[in-house]
């Protein structure tokens, strides 16, 4: 069994910054790619970063330059700091990660969300 717990969100006013964190847990065997997508009311789930295993990294284009992804290896954690945001961030954010465990192949696995509200 696998399980990705984030934690970070919170209420922070525009032009701020927050970081959030996803850290995986259980029969992992090893991690390929992991991202942080976002979903705001009434709008689909999008994808706002991922990061393979070796470091590359790929933005959204409304957060190039604002957003960076990271990922620890050794602690099976990603992790996403959200600086200069703005009230169009707001939205509950969901980690996911492809994890291939000791009894299965690779599965897409998601995380519980995180509220990120940005007041103006």
């Known amino acids: 069994q696998v399980q990705l717990v984030e934690s970070g969100g919170g209420l922070v006013q525009a032009g701020g910054s927050l970081r959030l964190s996803c850290a995986a847990s259980?029969?992992?065997?090893?991690?390929?790619?992991m991202g942080w997508y976002r979903q705001a009311p009434g709008k689909q789930r999008e994808l706002v970063a991922a990061?393979?295993?070796?470091?590359?990294?790929n933005y959204a284009d409304s957060v190039k330059g604002r957003f960076t992804i990271s990922r620890d290896n050794a602690k099976n954690t990603v992790y996403l700091q959200m600086n200069s945001l703005k009230p169009e961030d707001t939205a509950v954010y969901y980690c996911?990660?492809?994890?291939?465990?000791?009894?299965?192949?690779?599965?897409?696995?998601w995380g519980q969300g995180t509220q990120v509200t940005v007041s103006s």
């Open positions: 996911n990660a492809d994890i291939r465990t000791y009894y299965s192949g690779s599965h897409g696995y």
């Open positions: 259980g029969s992992i065997f090893s991690i390929n790619a």
């Open positions: 990061i393979t295993s070796g470091g590359s990294t």
